[in-house]
């Protein structure tokens, strides 16, 4: 098991920034890829961003070049730094680990952007 834990959340006028974290702990060994994806009310939980074990990493073109992910691996955590925040981009971020063929899920962290 991969336990996944959502930190970083909050409320954040539009063009403001946050940064959110995913602390992965358990049976980490082989984790093949973390990423981040949203759900906003009503809607269908979407893909953000994805890193590879190896450090490749992509984006929704909703995002790029606003988001960045990134990951520190002394801390078993992966980061969304999020910029120029826009009030679309307000929904309950998760976090997630593929461990094939296996996919773990956090909690989620709320993001709110306000106009």
């Known amino acids: 098991q991969v336990h996944l834990v959502e930190s970083g959340g909050g409320l954040v006028q539009a063009g403001g920034s946050l940064r959110l974290s995913c602390a992965a702990s358990g049976n980490i060994f082989s984790i093949n890829s973390m990423g981040w994806y949203r759900q906003a009310p009503g809607k269908e939980r979407e893909f953000v961003a994805r890193?590879?074990?190896?450090?490749?990493?992509n984006y929704a073109d909703s995002v790029k070049g606003r988001f960045t992910i990134s990951r520190d691996n002394t801390k078993n955590t992966v980061y969304l730094q999020m910029n120029s925040l826009k009030p679309e981009d307000t929904a309950m971020y998760f976090c997630?680990?593929?461990?094939?063929?296996?996919?773990?899920w956090g909690q989620g962290t709320q993001v709110t952007v306000s106009s």
């Open positions: 997630n680990a593929r461990k094939y063929p296996t996919t773990f």
């Open positions: 890193i590879e074990w190896y450090g490749s990493t």
